[in-house]
């Protein structure tokens, strides 16, 4: 992200929360456009109808627990090695099923999106949770823009492999590329967001920068983190912790408390922060997001598709 102020930028017009909304990175975007001329990268203002008023859990608290294998596997792993990555120059393959495949500059894709803050629940498989303000765009602006063909029906994604960065890789517990995969409908769902940062940060390295998925009704793991290639395919693709354990990890992995985990039950979380002794909370349907997405599932049987 460049370093560089941007001084049409008018503060005085974004709410405080707003301001979270990443200055640095909203400058990166900036940068983008002095690039790419007069298409705007432009910013949100004021609160998503889609973010939740809960309490978003700190920047020390989302950047210290992680889950990046690709840099080991404890959870304070990512945050002591993820330093080394490399995230400028950074580029996106996107091919298969479209209009305009190629590989796009990261500074290009984010010239003309407009970042928005969504503050998202967030739930990993392994039931502990976060509240985390991301900053990002809708994954369905860039499909849009780089034209789905009619015949495609999901959207594949890779992470980078790149060993000498990512002292995870040499071990042999992954079949690295890290693989994820949505349906179509999924990944046009305006709850479906790459993002960027989060608070007024760009993307901490052991969150997935230079740029993540972030799908809230899914167990965390759907949340692909630094990716470099993204296919429009007609199969359902592999995936990789379907492809590790197909009877522990769906292709869907729609967060649902009434579908344990062969080895844990899935009722309730853990809320990271809230100290050893906090109550569990009750995991909800969908993440809490059904009013959005649970159509997009009539007529499947969850407990089949999970
Ligand atoms: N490439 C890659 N993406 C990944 C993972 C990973 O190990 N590698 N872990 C997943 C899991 S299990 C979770 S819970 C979330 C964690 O995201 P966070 O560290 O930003 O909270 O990232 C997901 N995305
Ligand atoms: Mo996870």
């Known amino acids: 992200m460049r370093n560089v102020y941007r001084s049409d930028l008018n503060w005085s017009d ?17 940068g983008a456009l002095a690039l790419a001329g007069p298409a705007a990268a432009s910013i949100g203002a004021g609160k998503s109808a889609l973010s939740t008023d809960e309490t978003p859990n700190t920047l020390e608290e989302i950047s210290s627990y992680n889950n990046f294998y690709e840099f080991g596997l404890d959870k304070a792993d990512p945050a002591r090695y993820a330093d080394a990555l490399t995230v400028d120059p950074w ?10 495949p190629g590989s796009y500059d990261l500074a290009d894709i984010l010239t003309g999106v407009t970042l928005e803050e969504r503050i998202y629940r967030f739930r990993c498989v392994e039931a502990w949770s976060m509240v985390i303000p991301w900053v990002g765009f809708e994954l369905a602006t860039l499909l849009n823009r780089v034209g789905v063909q009619p015949g495609a029906k999901f959207v594949a994604f890779e992470t980078l492999v790149r060993p000498e960065e990512m002292p995870g890789i040499g071990a042999g517990y992954l079949d690295w590329p ?31 920068a230079p740029m993540r998925l972030v799908v ?4 965390g793991f759907k949340s692909i983190k630094s990716i470099v290639k993204i296919s429009l395919v007609e199969e359902m693709p592999q995936t990789t912790w379907n492809m590790l354990q197909p009877r522990e990890y769906g292709f869907y992995s729609n967060v649902n408390p009434t579908v344990d985990h062969p080895r844990w039950s899935q009722a309730s979380e853990r809320r990271i922060g809230g100290g050893f002794f906090a109550p569990r909370v009750d995991t909800q349907m969908f993440n809490g997001y059904g009013e959005q997405v649970a159509s997009l599932y009539a007529g499947q049987d969850l407990a089949q598709d999970f």
């Open 91 to 100: 580029a996106i393959e996107i091919g298969g099923l479209v209009d305009k």
């Open 14 to 30: 974004v709410t405080p929360r707003a301001v979270w909304m990443s200055r640095r990175q909203l400058i990166g975007a900036a």
């Open 178 to 208: 890290y693989r994820e995969g949505l349906r179509l409908d999924e990944a046009m769902n305006p709850l479906t967001i790459l993002a960027t940062g989060l608070y007024d940060e760009p993307m901490p390295k052991q969150n997935g």
């Open 216 to 219: 809230p009704w899914k167990y």
